[in-house]
């Protein structure tokens, strides 16, 4: 393949990954607790030189699979930033900001802002909506988007409205788990994991009629097992605990990556969560 023309393209979550934007966890801490995974470890508190070291491996493995891996600059106001997946999502072309929900964490968008103006790369402002790229899921032409406390049915509408070329289908899902890629994702066109206590079984109708799904233990949903980053051509980024997902994962001819960030994970969000694509192979 040649030299790639797009700065910025993305048409699901499983396609090869050459561009993504992450953020060190440097000021990472629990100030307010978002989901059950961070009400366990409020009192533990997090190591940060542990989840600086992890995170280092994380971006490491990320380079030695061919993905060029963008670093923002962190700031100690924004103890979340770790997770750049929320601050946006790239759509086709278009990389969409979002407008953060909740106090910690507005003006994070500001940072990527500034980064793609530097680049003197456009995007689209998602303004006035509430809207966060934890609950949207993209595979092909389907966008699947979460109704969570972080993401609202004005903001689905929105997309609905944006995006006629799209079928933008909105997920109710029980809201103690954060984002919709806390409890379902998909890997590949055929294979989506999903844990099916947190949603409707409409929805759960609706997606075991399109993906085989493998179905996620109470105990690896906790240890946030649905939230693997798929980097193209069947390789999954996923937590060595999470034994169960990983064999289900391999059975069905992935090659399973496994990169211990557990120290992050105690902040709520795993290897999705800390990712943000801007480019993946049309």
């Not at 407008?99 to 003006?107: K, L, Q």
């Not at 790229?133 to 689905?156: C, F, H, K, P």
């Amino acid at each position: 393949m040649g030299e790639n023309p797009y700065k910025t393209f993305c048409k699901s979550e499983y396609d090869v990954l050459k561009r993504v934007i992450l953020c060190q966890p440097q000021y990472m801490n629990i100030r307010d607790v978002i989901n059950e995974t961070q009400k366990h470890f409020e009192n533990e508190g997090i190591h940060i030189e542990r989840a600086l070291e992890q995170h280092d491996v994380l971006v490491r493995t990320l380079k030695e699979n061919d993905v060029e891996v963008i670093l923002l600059p962190y700031h100690k106001k924004y103890p979340e930033q770790v997770f750049t997946r929320d601050i946006g999502f790239t759509l086709g072309q278009t990389i969409f900001v979002a407008e953060m929900a909740t106090d910690v964490r507005f003006g994070e968008q500001n940072v990527l802002k500034q980064w793609l103006e530097d680049e003197e790369i456009s995007y689209y402002n998602l303004i006035g909506e509430r809207i966060e790229g934890g609950d949207v899921m993209i595979d092909q032409n389907t966008i699947y988007v979460g109704l969570s406390d972080r993401t609202n049915e004005e903001a689905a509408a929105q997309l609905k409205r944006l995006l006629v070329q799209y079928e933008v289908i909105p997920i109710d899902f029980k809201e103690k788990y954060l984002h919709l890629d806390c409890v379902f994702n998909v890997v590949s066109p055929e294979v989506a994991l999903i844990y099916p206590n947190a949603l409707t079984q409409k929805d759960i109708d609706y997606f075991a009629s399109r993906y085989e799904l493998i179905e996620v233990s109470e105990e690896e949903q906790f240890q946030l097992g649905t939230n693997v980053l798929n980097i193209g051509n069947k390789r999954v980024l996923s937590l060595p605990i999470n034994e169960n997902v990983n064999k289900q994962l391999r059975d069905r001819g992935f090659q399973v990556i496994e990169v211990d960030i557990t120290e992050i994970i105690k902040s709520g969000g795993s290897f999705r969560c800390c990712t943000l694509p801007i480019l993946r192979e049309p």
